[in-house]
């Protein structure tokens, strides 16, 4: 008798900078490519990952999470240290465990926490460039003031890139903290979904209210035109960070599903 499959949940940690993003591509090198690879490997068989959402080229993750089914039955120390064995150095599964069969990596997603960072300094580091957005002169207490009216349920047209697939733009962002650590300052998002691009079109325009170039209370403003031409640049990818992904026990009372970071 066939052994019945079994439904394991990744937690993985990646450095995105090498990456064409999450979603596997003919011909580019992305992680879902290397993590169904991993798996190939370890398990003998081909298998599906499926995640709470795709990282656009260059965005980095510490908790992206994944589901797929096997039937051949291990050890989770064992899943964890065989699939790290064959990832590579930029790729590793910091959790492996077997969860209930109805569980969705995507669908069961409660909300997201997304981080932005800056390098606010004069001069730029080589050591953090590929971790952080290099603006000069940022103030990040404007920063802070113009966050504050994109905290709530809004409808976020305004900062949302062209080519987003998702059925409308009404989004919840729960908290917007800007932060200064050091040279750093950095922007924690949390929401319960976000459209494509949406925390790095916030980041840009953050970035200009921070920079002077708009006033804190222009953000209202570009929030209610629902117009992409008005709101900042799209930040680049290394700034980005997918930092955790909350789960429940079970799929949550809306539908929302990111379109893509």
Known sequence: MARLAVRWKLVLEYDGGAFAGWQRQHGQRTVQGVVEEALAAFWGHEAHITVSGRTDAGVHAEAQVGSFLTSIEREERAVREGLNYHLPRDVSVVSAQVVEDRFHARYWSWGKHYRYTYLARTSRSPLREARSWHVRDLDAALMA?????????????????????????????????????????????????FLRHMVRIIAGTLANVGTGRIAPGRVAEILAAKDRALAGKTAPPQGLTLVEVRYGDGPPPWIVVDDEE
């Open 145 to 193: 003031e113009g966050a504050r009216h994109l905290v709530g349920r809004h409808d976020f047209s305004s900062f949302r890139a062209h080519g987003c697939a998702a059925a409308h733009a009404v989004r919840t962002v729960e908290s917007l903290d800007v932060s200064v650590q050091g040279d750093l300052i950095v922007a924690d998002v949390r929401g319960q979904g």
